[in-house]
């Protein structure tokens, strides 16, 4: 038996992975689920945690900060996220596994197993690079990303990036606006999805916006900075955005030319 802990913000994701492990992985022990890092490193404090199953995109400390904290108790983590580009930063942080949810039962007790076998060999140097090159050759076939998993609050909504036209900002929550003029509202900043949306098709033109260029149809000072696009919707474009936005235009334009 080992000492597990489940840090995800969504409540879904925490009692989905709950139930996963208690049904299908018989050595191991959940001591404690957490919202937030800071409810994860109380736990760490008051616990012999030997694996941490880790959300990345968390609302005010995202995961990775919590790597420091783990190392020092000597804690394995196994990170757990919808978003295939956090990938690379995955295996830069040492993890001992990376999981897409939602996650896949098969792949879920492989890495029980993994855990299993290297929960007591703490940091060595040989077997902290086994573990890099293992992790790096089970990500070399990942493509870049192309589809979203959104959390609904019953599950997840799979979306492919290329139905997506804008996503709007509506104070903690964001509203991604679809070709089938179908809105998924889900709990998550918008900047989580800036910083994962692939940059030569998404861009933020404003503090509430960001815009799938295969969908923009003009762009105009007329009415003031705004975008059309090609379900004809009109976004504002902030000032200090536009000189950026005018750029990537002008890269998307050629990179879509030379396909």
Do not use: W
Request: with cysteine; net charge negative; charged share 30%.
């Amino acid at each position: 038996m080992f000492n597990v802990i489940i840090v995800d913000d969504e409540e879904f994701a925490r009692s989905s992975l709950y139930f996963l492990l208690q049904e299908n992985c018989e050595n191991v022990h959940i001591c404690g689920i957490a919202k937030s890092v800071d409810e994860a490193r109380e736990l760490l404090a008051l616990h012999e945690v030997d694996l941490i199953f880790l959300d990345i995109a968390m609302p005010g400390k995202n995961g990775f900060e919590l790597i420091p904290d783990a190392k020092q108790s000597n804690t394995q983590v196994v990170f757990t996220t919808a978003y295939d580009q956090y990938a690379l930063k995955a295996i830069k942080a040492n993890a001992l596994d990376y999981l897409l949810k939602p996650i896949d039962i098969d792949e879920l007790k492989e890495t029980v197993e993994k855990a299993s076998r290297l929960i007591r060999l703490f940091d060595q140097e040989s077997d902290r690079n086994e573990r890099l090159k293992n992790l790096a050759i089970n990500l070399a076939d990942r493509s870049e990303i192309r589809k979203l998993s959104l959390p609904n609050g019953q599950g997840y909504t799979l979306i492919d990036l290329n139905e997506i036209i804008h996503i709007e900002a509506d104070s903690n929550y964001s509203i991604f606006h679809l070709d089938n003029r179908e809105k998924i509202t889900v709990s998550k900043v918008l900047k989580d999805y800036e910083e994962i949306l692939p940059e030569n098709q998404f861009i933020r033109i404003h503090k509430s916006s960001i815009v799938n260029l295969n969908y923009l149809k003009e762009y105009n000072s007329k009415n003031g900075l705004e975008v059309l696009l090609k379900n004809g919707e009109k976004i504002a474009v902030s000032r200090r955005r536009a000189s950026i936005f005018a750029e990537k235009v002008k890269q998307y334009t050629n990179f879509t030319s030379d396909k």
